[in-house]
């Protein structure tokens, strides 16, 4: 097991950072749905790096091949499956770190679990290069959701210190976006957190930041009670893009601090319509939703490859060490996780949607 | 779907508040284990209401059933299933609430999710009462842990503004308890806590707070990539608990705040032994185990079940109105919600060990 | 992993022969159906023992106590749980066998796959008994299908040597009941089957048998491809019916022997439907229903508890032994076991059904 | 749902006749296990067709691509995928049918099934293609299993009328080869079936046949209760091979006819191993297995493509009409099926010995 998720929208991912190639199997999709391959190539544009000061430069041939699913630009009701190639399949590299163990990487931990078999070349099935096929099949469900009248909106809450505007969580607002595809909603912070991460990477270290992200237009009543809640699935898949080590629905953390009669979202009527006047909860009471956005927000950690010396201990050996790792990180993984945080969240949305 | 969870355990819970009885079934122990039933029982009790000032009055028969699955006090391979009775079944108390939907609860949710089938009756399937077979599954788990050599531990780190100590996270220390199983690091903050809930519940408000949770023990390389990494499974039984409405592992939501080269983990050799110096990651590197303590936090908003008057909408009439719930409530949930925050946990973990 | 079934619907099954219950966990059963317990109750019934001289004697309390997801007799939308109890649970019984493996029972496999720890006493989960909540499950599923349209009909083809006219794979006529719920298409030949299992059981052996199952009023387009296609699904289900060791859909193993233009099902209109005019493919093609009737036929092989004396080991002594198994047993199961046969298809059908 | 099998070891097949490609991942697969891809190939080349004059000419590229999951020759703990192009994806050449619902084909109810938006070329998903990826994945645990004992043998028991000798039950000799990987016990009778189908092919007509496969070496306790019993696994997989409408296990539906004093299989010692001087169960008692040789015989329907006309419906013009199918077919597709057969078995098989 590992690789899989999904009850009525099975997702399969596969791959490593230099195998031959890497992808994704989504089985369940109903047959007849249209699929604009164009706009999922937007979509992927958005996670790729190398645009700018603040991210890596790796250059990556990331246009997929739809080998199945898909007849012309429709779903066929067979599996969809998608592949990339990896342009560097040389697995010599890993040579460089020369037994020595990145730390807070999954190197020491992936290393004890296959007993020294894992692909260790550029972090093998655990690279963030596997966000790929991820936010494909994201992509897909985005335009699926959107089919649905469901619409998803994310911004970069924090950088750092550096905080921007949160969301009405009433009331999403479209995101201002910078050059680079920055999305925030108060472009003067954007233009500082884009200064700090530069600055950050002149001097070679790393820095994490939030993202803010919301569902609108979901029905009332999606979700499945205790362990197929919404919460619970949008919580699943978000642990499984690198760097996320949080994650918080309507007030979040913030609410434990309030008192219920702050906090309870009372319910009243427009039109015939029921609503709440706030949306403490993030549109998700009893793990169901209820017809109001549904806002969380994600902790990313500083992105751990950074160009200053760490300790470490070399596994070759079994000796303590010194060292620091070469070739180009992102000072900050924030902007490209961002439409990973979507495309995971829409996967996990859009199957419980079917589920319905 | 929805109240199942597992891969080589499988839980199902099953029952509603006011049902003749609810239960869970764990499909998966291997046989040969031993179950001390009078540890299980002192578990369930942590969990049980009435007991103080802070905590509601009802008093429950929760003393488990086991049908199945067990030989004497040993597992024969077969699915052991424990079930509870309902003392007070009568399903006519939700007519108290008029139909009048309980703000932040379940009820416009689930009365949507199932064109108005739902039970109703305290709650049905949403009720908090469904947190006693999800108690059992963890209490044992937690020996079926502890047999292996992983050990539980968590204390309130906060309620509203008052804040306990933090664990230190390479060095889980024991916890410290006041009467009535009120575990907080340091005993004075407790009765700081202890104080304010009482004063909450006079106001007939509720106030939530946050539980810290660790595990200490558990083998290096324990989770599966992407979507059954460690943090995803543990995240997804979390948001089961109600109340629940955010989790962070390690440094979490403080940890983004971090530059690189503070917050990665530095590894050293203890003996033979690979450790991190620090363990911002809470025990978690690319989703696997590291051996370090898995380190988790979980916000519970304040009790929706308040006395003080409230504004909602009336299902019935379709009118707007106000209304206050009678009967008696937690002013904070926090307390029992903890050992709901270990169990959860401990069925997630347990199963991923057997995965591995 | 074992007792657990299905993806739509949920079905975990518990309990041995002599703990203190068994039942199942239905989870996934939409809101707002209707279901008849006393209807079950009467199919409950045609699996029930010692009504006549071809069945066991045990006379058991197999009524059933549904603790959760009903609210009347509508479900809720909720798991639905329903519990037997285990009259005789003094779980000494098994030493009669004084440690004897018998033969073509579970005995041996069961006591290796578990090291030991297996519950013995009367078969424990490897217990006919466990085909009650199999069948309170099958029940439930027979109503659900048919408020769809879907109605069940069965057989027993033979007994033995002895032939039933076999069902017209087009046309499916209503079956001819004998007094004790012995249905066959011919009342002569099930009067001589009945005679022949009375001979047999004075002779203190056994005889097996075939049934044939046909699912009329299914509508086009059930099941999934490769391994989730009708046929897998039924098959799947129906080896989970004690003694079951083959089954054929359509013309089955017979179909082998003609010839493609005597075995296609030649398509024509019946008005502006589509039909076919023969039924060789049994309802199925391409592992999905074409909308003619679903019929299959089940060998189930002799009942292994004989009097007779039978050859051994003992795996107490570990020395070969010959003994003979006590209590009295059905000399065959295949009446008993024909509403077994019904149960399972028709919980693996509605499962394809809400798949759809 | 669909296309997707397994607990321990998941098994995602994805693609249709004309797509650009098809293939399968594997998840699960243990790190550091050898595959031997030279003769992975052999096994797909077994049921590669246009070699005689009994099977189509289709030339096929049927060299797999392994984008991920090995690092040289070994397993790395990462998911395997492996893919297959599709020379011929010209999706024009359904067109040739203009609307003739093929008899006893998939056409019709998956064109219901995907309201008309199915892959109708070549069969798309339906495809005799598909057992391609379906074969790799049982080339590898085949291997996999012959690396813990586990050896497959089978022949072709009949085709039409003509009959093989049947395997010992309890002493699995190595089967007889003719020219083209013909598998037989007895080289005569398959020097007959084969004239006999190329007479069948000549008359433009085709047949069907049976298919006997057996397991050795299995240990002791591989199977789980109630669903996920070996004959369960196995038959639900064999159902997914195309053609197949029948399954038996040992004595099979022969064994109906015995009585249990026969049929019963007597216990003895061999050494301090305990085993059966008969084999009637087929090496699996309980749905679990007992150490003996596994097993079973599979019936295969005629290919439903014949050059003979045949009367169906025009869904286009919704007409009855005659037509006859162009292009080559397999007047038998048992041959080819036979390696499908242990694929399909070899991957169920793993899967539990795995779950063991």
Known sequence: MSSAFGNKLKIQIFGQSHSKGLGVVMDGIPAGMKIDLEEVQRF??????GKNAYSTARKEADTPTVLSGLVGDTTCGAPLCAI????????????????NLRPSHADYAAWMKYNGYQDRSGGGQFSGRLTLPLCFSGAVCIQLLRQQGVEVSSHILSIGEIQDEAFDLVDIKQKTY???EFPVLNAAVGEEMVAYMTEIAKEGDSVGGIVECAFTGIPVGVGEPIYDNVESCIARVMFGVPAVKGIEFGMGFAGVKQRGSECNDAFYLEGDQIKTKTNNSGGIQGGITNGMPVVFRVALKPTPSIYKEQETVNFKEMTENKFHIEGRHDPCIVP???PCVEAAAAVALYDLLLEK
Chains 1, 2, 3, 4 share one sequence.
């Open 84 to 99: 990339f190639e990896n342009a560097n399949t040389k697995s010599g590299d890993y040579d460089k770190l020369k037994g």
């Open 336 to 338: 490209r996780a961002l």
């Open 44 to 49: 992927l544009d958005r996670r790729a790096g």
């Open 178 to 180: 910078l050059p680079d």
